[in-house]
């Protein structure tokens, strides 16, 4: 698709007037640009092609048989969040429709699974989303019908739960994004229908909230995922068409992202990821089926993906996750049925 096409045009317009402009003859003076001739924010120099830092590498996952058997190892049905262990870069993702969640070594060999469908303690129901605690290696997992967040061990061993239904403090009603200070081992939960984001301790004590139903700053209008900077701890929240930035303790920021198709632009942000080695937050624009990447204070650097079911193509592409080490990114292409693996931009 065509993004900017009004500016390419004017570009080109505005070069031809000059060079027209100039008369013929060896003493002739080329004229200085007035910026005319460069191309538009987020294209190549050839004004047509989008920026892109990433590039494809392979991908992992297939589509489970619906309706069942039993899905079998590596099989996705409706695949959403996803996070990778820094330590020994396993690489978690959420199963959403299997009640499960998938557990690959950093190539997206199978390792191991864990969870099931029920009510139980360890058992999943509608999981959205997973967070790793660097420190620990424990595991948190969101589940949007269980209406609460469980924790595991990094080798799916279950812990313990926290949250239940409701509005009150430490209540949910379709928790989606989670996410975890990697300093004080805090767990960050976007609550999507109460449009807050909740805090709590490592062992679920619920400490503050943030956030109410609106669209101005601080306010949430689809709050979908969190993600912590581990250098500053501020806190980076998808918010439909924009993101939000908070401190540990909730107070707003800033934010960035405005509504549409273009370079920098948003249509229902979904996942997002940090990336501290390169100063810079990938985020997943879902509904434009493309993983955006800018710096953490919110100055758009390139992008990557279109519509799709080849290679780097994207359907509703839901979560992101960063190996800081291998500079690989895992995006979850839902409606594919997949995990790909993208290699990250070098060092800005």
Known sequence: MSRNGQGIIASAVAVAALLAGCGGGADRQEPRSNGADRPPEGFEGDGRTK?????????????????????GPSEFNNPDGVAVDPASRAVYVVDSSNNRVQRFDADGTYRSQFGGEGRGPGELLR???VAIDPATHDVYVSEFFNQRVSKFTADGTYVSQFGELGSGPGEFQGPGGV?????SHDVYVAD????????????????SEFGSPGTGRGQFTVPTAVGVDPRTRQ?????????????PEGKYLRQFGTPGTGP???RQTAGLAVDRSRNSIYVVDASNDRLMQFTTAGKYLSEFGTTGKGDGEFDRPTGVAV??????????DNKNSRVQILTAPRRN
């Open 235 to 247: 806190v980076f929240v998808s918010d439909s068409d924009r993101i939000q930035v908070f401190t």
């Open 323 to 332: 190996d800081p080490t291998s500079r690989r990114v895992y995006v979850v």
């Open 264 to 266: 920098g632009q948003l």
């Open 192 to 207: 999507t229908a109460h449009a807050r984001v909740e805090k709590f301790r490592p062992d679920g004590t619920f400490v």
């Open 127 to 129: 999981p959205a989303d």
């Open 179 to 183: 996410a975890v200070d990697p300093a």
């Open 51 to 71: 920026r892109s830092n990433f590039a494809y590498l392979s991908q992992f996952g297939g589509p489970a048989p619906s309706p069942p058997p039993t899905p």
